[in-house]
């Protein structure tokens, strides 16, 4: 299972490397052939900045352990790059991007199971302290939902990351519950702005009680991650050896 984990891993990282490597080429062949003309340049600056902006601001808006002085100045780079704030508050953002409304909620104001005490911990975003708080907070939740796993567009260039958030159904509508961002957002807008490429989700009533859990994690040393990606398989190879798992 871990040559399979490891090797997922390893193929997204060199991606990246390349993603990156190729923006730097064609940044600097921008740069050597318009040497004298700053206006080309300026506009394959500003490209960059704004392609990446509207999740720079959802990445930063609602964190708890931001100043709000902060948070204002995201929210003037994103008026300054013609995106329309319609509305801002303490509890949500609403902004108007490629022609559509976005709602962007603040978790911990707007969700009872969600706190500012839950990031209190600075390496909340770490997959070893995130995971397992997403994990405690789905078994909570009432309404029906999953964790889903995949790669997601970051801030950064054309890179993506491995990341883990949840998805529920209210009122007949899909939400994405994003706690490293403290935000909940309908699915197809984060679907639009993040560009997932999912690789599982896990219903709510199929993830594995937290003994079973603690083996893997702690006796087998499986990786959080890991366990989400390759959920099915691990149950197989639980099944086969149930005696070890029923100790």
């Given at each position: 299972?871990?040559?399979?984990?490891?090797?997922?891993?390893?193929?997204?990282?060199?991606?990246?490397?390349?993603?990156?490597?190729?923006?730097?080429?064609?940044?600097?062949?921008?740069?050597?052939?318009?040497?004298?003309?700053?206006?080309?340049?300026?506009?394959?600056?500003?490209?960059?900045?704004?392609?990446?902006?509207?999740?720079?601001?959802?990445?930063?808006?609602?964190?708890?352990?931001?100043?709000?002085k902060m948070k204002k100045?995201?929210?003037?780079?994103?008026?300054?790059?013609?995106?329309?704030?319609?509305?801002?508050?303490?509890?949500?953002?609403?902004?108007?991007?490629?022609?559509?409304?976005?709602?962007?909620?603040?978790?911990?104001?707007?969700?009872?199971?969600?706190?500012?005490?839950?990031?209190?911990?600075?390496?909340?975003?770490?997959?070893?302290?995130?995971?397992?708080?997403?994990?405690?907070?789905?078994?909570?939740?009432?309404?029906?939902?999953?964790?889903?796993?995949?790669?997601?567009?970051?801030?950064?260039?054309?890179?993506?990351?491995?990341?883990?958030?949840?998805?529920?159904?209210?009122?007949?509508?899909?939400?994405?519950?994003?706690?490293?961002?403290?935000?909940?957002?309908?699915?197809?807008?984060?679907?639009?702005?993040?560009?997932?490429?999912?690789?599982?989700?896990?219903?709510?009533?199929d993830v594995l009680n937290?003994?079973?859990?603690?083996?893997?994690?702690n006796d087998l040393s499986?990786?959080?991650?890991?366990?989400?990606?390759?959920?099915?398989?691990?149950?197989?190879?639980?099944?086969?050896?149930?005696?070890?798992?029923?100790?």
């Open positions: 299972m871990s040559i399979g984990y490891n090797r997922l891993i390893e193929t997204e990282e060199n991606k990246n490397y390349c993603i990156n490597q190729n923006h730097l080429n064609e940044m600097f062949r921008i740069v050597a052939e318009n040497i004298n003309n700053q206006d080309s340049i300026d506009c394959f600056i500003s490209k960059i900045d704004f392609n990446h902006s509207i999740r720079i601001l959802i990445n930063n808006i609602f964190d708890p352990n931001m100043p709000d100045q995201f929210i003037n780079q994103l008026e300054n790059n013609d995106v329309k704030i319609i509305d801002y508050s303490r509890e949500k953002l609403i902004i108007e991007y490629t022609d559509k409304k976005i709602v962007i909620g603040n978790l911990c104001l707007l969700h009872k199971n969600f706190n500012k005490k839950d990031y209190k911990n600075n390496l909340y975003y770490r997959k070893d302290v995130y995971i397992p708080i997403l994990l405690d907070k789905l078994r909570k939740l009432n309404h029906k939902s999953q964790i889903v796993t995949g790669y997601i567009d970051t801030e950064l260039l054309d890179n993506k990351k491995l990341y883990s958030w949840l998805e529920i159904v209210n009122n007949k509508k899909d939400y994405v519950i994003d706690f490293i961002n403290n935000i909940i957002i309908d699915k197809d807008s984060y679907y639009m702005l993040y560009n997932p490429k999912v690789l599982n989700s896990i219903k709510k009533d937290n003994e079973t859990l603690s083996i893997l994690i499986i990786e959080y991650d890991e366990y989400l990606i390759f959920d099915k398989e691990f149950k197989e190879e639980i099944k086969k050896k149930k005696s070890y798992f029923t100790k």
